[in-house]
């Protein structure tokens, strides 16, 4: 065989793995509309199976994730969710061009500009989903605020499989439409209600994030008084003992100003103003010689507060509640958050990334602030130089049947306080302070720093802390 002929059977072959690629891109489309493999295998008539082992190919094709696993269904990674809308117009308009209808001829035009939100691109009743999707559109750039989130509600709030995530800047606008109080509370409601039961997208977070923080005037990350941000929202049926703000005084002690930012009047609200410790008035105090402070959500971001205060009428967390942990009121260059385990357990560390942050850690467990938790194995989501990298971390043994328990005829500050007075020593909950300071140290001191030398460095800060006690 010649070389022109070589060439021509190398060409051949490349076109048939190309269209082979191309159906890889029908069932990304699929996957990314309906959420769900079943629904997915089901809309394009393949086994589930089938559809699994494309995803599989998918993964291969890209070097990377596309879909997290969740109990909700399938969540796109934040790389599968920027590339949505370019799938979804080309096989939208492929479909466009194999079945243009009687009245709805091929045209030499560009793909289309507002590609339908379903795969069944055409309907008997009604307008079709691309006019839907146009309809969408148009209401996106209106001028009414209000008519606005109409369409960012119908956008995130309709059937599965007709439906999409807001793009960040969407977010942004939608969020900062509701920090505005210039909506109905019908419309509030049923935006955070949609949200809740779809699941948060990384991009809308960030844009929630975005819009949150200008809202509330607060600094560029990296330019606030701050260098640790420790958001820590602990639901107000909490039990235990907030051991991890002993751990962010170690921190402090070390020569680092922290920040923790939480719910006004909660416990670690509670806790501060029971050892007396720094409670700050507004983000200008953060200013201060303090090293360690507390600033209740209600005196930076009351927009958000007020949001996240309807939980008794929900019985469950809506948006405002995961935007709380991306404030960072003293714009801290690295921040530290705890999050429940969840069905997107890298939901904020995505969203750091998203938004350009350097360095953020989110250590996984039962609390909505970042503790390490005896007997228990966590995940730690890290960002440190624009690397993700995730690590297992494991708490220190107990020691005893209970962690923690209150000292005899003490409350739960008082023993919260012998604790870090020394009249009161669990070697559990001791070991708790030192492994969670420790994490905090080693996203402070960068990637070349390795958990066994900032676990040390907290001990010493710990066996300090009990000399000046004393």
Same mark, same amino acid.
């Given at each position: 065989?010649?070389?022109?002929?070589?060439?021509?059977?190398?060409?051949?072959?490349?076109?048939?793995?190309?269209?082979?690629?191309?159906?890889?891109?029908?069932?990304?489309?699929?996957?990314?509309?309906?959420?769900?493999?079943?629904?997915?295998?089901?809309?394009?008539?393949?086994?589930?199976?089938?559809?699994?082992?494309?995803?599989?190919?998918?993964?291969?094709?890209?070097?990377?994730?596309?879909?997290?696993?969740?109990?909700?269904?399938?969540?796109?990674?934040?790389?599968?969710?920027?590339?949505?809308?370019?799938?979804?117009?080309?096989?939208?308009?492929?479909?466009?061009?194999?079945?243009?209808?009687?009245?709805?001829?091929?045209?030499?035009?560009?793909?289309?500009?507002?590609?339908?939100?379903? @795969?069944?691109?055409?309907?008997?009743? !009604?307008?079709? =989903?691309? *006019? +839907? &999707?146009?309809?969408?559109?148009?209401?996106?750039? %209106?001028?009414?605020?209000?008519?606005?989130?109409?369409?960012?509600?119908?956008?995130?709030?309709?059937?599965?499989?007709?439906?999409?995530?807001?793009?960040?800047?969407?977010?942004?606008?939608?969020?900062?439409?509701?920090?505005?109080?210039?909506?109905?509370?019908?419309?509030?409601?049923?935006? @955070?209600?949609?949200?809740?039961?779809? !699941?948060?997208? =990384?991009? *809308? +977070? &960030?844009?929630?994030?975005?819009?949150?923080?200008? %809202?509330?005037?607060?600094?560029?990350?990296?330019?606030?008084?701050?260098?640790?941000?420790?958001?820590?929202?602990?639901?107000?049926?909490?039990?235990?003992?907030?051991?991890?703000?002993?751990?962010?005084?170690?921190?402090?002690?070390?020569?680092?100003?922290?920040?923790?930012?939480?719910?006004?009047?909660?416990?670690?609200?509670?806790?501060?103003?029971?050892?007396?410790?720094?409670?700050?008035?507004?983000?200008?105090?953060?200013?201060?010689?303090?090293?360690?402070?507390?600033?209740?959500?209600?005196?930076?971001?009351?927009?958000?507060?007020?949001?996240?205060?309807?939980?008794?009428?929900?019985?469950?967390?809506?948006?405002?509640?995961?935007?709380?942990?991306?404030?960072?009121?003293?714009?801290?260059?690295?921040?530290?958050?705890?999050?429940?385990?969840?069905?997107?357990?890298?939901?904020?560390?995505?969203?750091?990334?998203?938004?350009?942050?350097?360095?953020?850690?989110?250590?996984?467990?039962?609390?909505?602030?970042?503790?390490?938790?005896?007997?228990?194995?966590?995940?730690?989501?890290?960002?440190?130089?624009?690397?993700?990298?995730?690590?297992?971390?494991?708490?220190?043994?107990?020691?005893?049947?209970?962690?923690?328990?209150?000292?005899?005829?003490?409350?739960?500050?008082?023993?919260?306080?012998?604790?870090?007075?020394?009249?009161?020593?669990?070697?559990?909950?001791?070991?708790?302070?030192?492994?969670?300071?420790?994490?905090?140290?080693?996203?402070?001191?960068?990637?070349?720093?390795?958990?066994?030398?900032?676990?040390?460095?907290?001990?010493?800060?710990?066996?300090?802390?009990?000399?000046?006690?004393?």
């Amino acid at each position: 065989m010649d070389g022109a002929a070589a060439n021509v059977e190398d060409s051949a072959v490349d076109i048939v793995q190309d269209l082979d690629r191309l159906k890889l891109l029908i069932v990304f489309d699929a996957l990314l509309v309906e959420g769900n493999l079943g629904r997915a295998a089901e809309k394009l008539g393949k086994t589930p199976s089938a559809i699994s082992r494309n995803l599989r190919q998918l993964r291969e094709h890209y070097g990377q994730e596309v879909f997290y696993r969740t109990g909700k269904g399938m969540i796109p990674t934040p790389f599968a969710e920027s590339l949505r809308l370019r799938i979804r117009a080309l096989v939208s308009e492929a479909n466009a061009l194999l079945y243009p209808g009687p009245d709805k001829a091929a045209s030499p035009g560009p793909l289309l500009h507002h590609p339908p939100l379903a @795969l069944n691109q055409w309907s008997e009743a !009604g307008p079709d =989903s691309t *006019e +839907l &999707a146009r309809r969408l559109a148009v209401s996106a750039r %209106h001028a009414d605020p209000v008519q606005r989130f109409a369409g960012y509600i119908a956008m995130i709030g309709n059937a599965a499989g007709q439906t999409r995530p807001m793009s960040q800047s969407e977010a942004e606008d939608a969020f900062g439409i509701l920090l505005s109080g210039a909506i109905a509370d019908a419309q509030v409601g049923a935006f @955070l209600i949609a949200l809740r039961s779809r !699941g948060l997208m =990384s991009q *809308e +977070l &960030a844009g929630f994030s975005r819009a949150a923080r200008q %809202h509330s005037q607060l600094p560029a990350i990296g330019n606030g008084p701050a260098d640790l941000d420790w958001p820590a929202y602990l639901s107000p049926r909490a039990q235990g003992i907030p051991l991890f703000i002993h751990a962010a005084r170690l921190v402090a002690s070390a020569g680092y100003k922290v920040v923790l930012h939480g719910y006004d009047g909660g416990i670690v609200h509670q806790a501060f103003d029971h050892a007396n410790l720094h409670v700050a008035p507004s983000t200008r105090a953060l200013s201060s010689t303090n090293s360690l402070a507390f600033l209740p959500i209600g005196y930076f971001a009351p927009g958000v507060s007020k949001l996240a205060a309807l939980y008794p009428l929900f019985m469950m967390p809506n948006a405002a509640h995961f935007v709380a942990a991306m404030l960072n009121p003293g714009a801290a260059g690295t921040t530290l958050a705890g999050q429940r385990g969840g069905e997107h357990p890298k939901l904020h560390r995505d969203t750091a990334r998203l938004l350009g942050w350097d360095t953020f850690g989110v250590l996984s467990g039962q609390r909505d602030a970042a503790q390490i938790i005896a007997g228990k194995g966590q995940d730690l989501f890290l960002l440190q130089a624009e690397e993700t990298t995730d690590h297992w971390v494991v708490g220190p043994t107990v020691q005893k049947s209970k962690q923690h328990p209150h000292a005899a005829g003490f409350t739960r500050l008082e023993t919260w306080q012998a604790i870090w007075d020394g009249y009161f020593e669990p070697p559990t909950a001791i070991g708790e302070i030192i492994e969670t300071a420790a994490v905090a140290l080693k996203l402070l001191g960068g990637p070349e720093v390795s958990l066994t030398n900032a676990r040390e460095f907290a001990r010493e800060l710990w066996a300090r802390r009990r000399r000046e006690t004393s």
